[in-house]
């Protein structure tokens, strides 16, 4: 299989450090090699799965390691392009959380450096990478519900801490750019198409970010309806309504920890069919997804273009909630 591909991660937040750091370590192919953290404290659980970690106390040393193939870069969302450019001019493939940037056009130069330089960079939407929702993409496109006509999405926690980086608007907060990619993000994933219209959008602010966004939209030959909310209990499902049936899915964006992974397809004759990943790890997936394409030149499931065009839908959907 040849060397493994060498990653880092910049930075030692609680999800790097609970989910990609381990599923980086745990993916066959991949070595995590390099932490990019100031704090003895933060790094020391990641050196408890990766005892061999080197750990740098700045960014720009990580850049600066030549035993590192690939940056994996969890920082806040207002830092995710400028990290995302330095690591590419430093020669390293990118692996960059969402929200990739906080509009479309800041994603243009990204893309740009990215053909540049001939190295590969995406967007880590893990969900990409899960087979249930391969499985949806294909019995939509194969008519296993007859016509879509609507898709309902709804993702909600509750967070009370209004310290939390989600709540600070100069950094990026607020319940679309954390979880409206993936209500957005997985009817496109689903569909393969855009919205031709937002047709309605309403928004609940607190501290300058949006804590709760009901987003109604207008394909072609379909309606969605998308609910995000960071101040309502733990919620989430998608369903795809058919002229001839309906797809549910139950746990379709924390699949695990939220619940199984299952997909219930009900059809015109009043069948239901239930099927289940309970063991997927879907992180670990997307890890060795992009090593395939750093090694091979696999194709990769979720590109910039695509975070791009669902990063236009959430720009549409602010302007569209703004007072007439």
């Known amino acids: 299989m040849g060397e493994p591909v060498r990653w880092a991660i910049l930075g030692a937040g609680k999800f790097a450090r609970e989910h990609m ?11 995590l090699v390099a932490l990019g953290t100031s704090s003895r404290d933060k790094a020391a659980p990641f050196e408890g799965f990766a005892p061999e970690l080197r750990v740098h106390d700045t960014y720009d040393a990580v850049l600066a390691d030549a035993d590192v193939d690939v940056v994996y870069i969890p920082l806040p969302n207002h830092l995710h392009i400028e990290w995302a450019m330095r690591a590419l001019r430093a020669g390293k493939h990118v692996l960059v959380e969402k929200p990739v940037g906080l509009q479309a056009a800041q994603i243009d130069p990204l893309i740009a450096l990215r053909d540049e330089t001939g190295l590969i960079a995406a967007e880590a939407f893990m969900i ?15 008519g296993a519900i007859g016509d879509l006509r609507h898709v309902d999405g709804v993702f909600c926690y509750n967070n009370p801490d209004l310290t939390n980086v989600r709540f600070d608007a ?8 954390d979880i409206g990619v993936y ?51 733990q919620t989430q499902h998608m369903t795809f309504l058919g002229s001839e049936g309906r797809i549910h899915l139950c ?15 009900t059809q015109i004759d009043g069948s239901m069919r239930v099927e289940r990943w309970p063991n997927h790890a879907q992180y670990v997936t997307q890890v060795v997804a992009f090593c395939a ?14 975070a791009r065009a669902t990063q236009a839908v959430m720009d549409a959907v602010y302007v569209a909630a703004l007072p007439r």
């Open 21 to 31: 750091g381990p599923a980086i370590h745990g993916a066959t192919g991949a070595q």
């Open 170 to 177: 100069a950094k990026g907060g607020g319940s679309l750019p």
């Open 293 to 306: 394409s750093v090694r091979n030149d696999a194709p990769y499931a979720w590109s910039l273009e695509d």
């Open 183 to 233: 209500t957005i993000g997985s009817t496109r994933l689903a569909t393969g198409q855009d919205p031709v219209e937002i047709t309605h959008a309403d928004i609940d602010y607190l501290n300058g970010v949006d804590v709760m966004a009901r987003v109604s939209a207008r394909f072609d030959g379909f309606t969605a309806h998308w609910v995000t909310a960071m101040n309502v209990h």
């Open 251 to 265: 746990a379709p964006f924390n699949a695990g920890s939220y619940g199984e992974a299952q997909l219930e397809l």
């Open 128 to 142: 990409a990478h899960h087979p249930q929702w391969a499985r949806a993409r294909h019995l939509i496109a194969d």
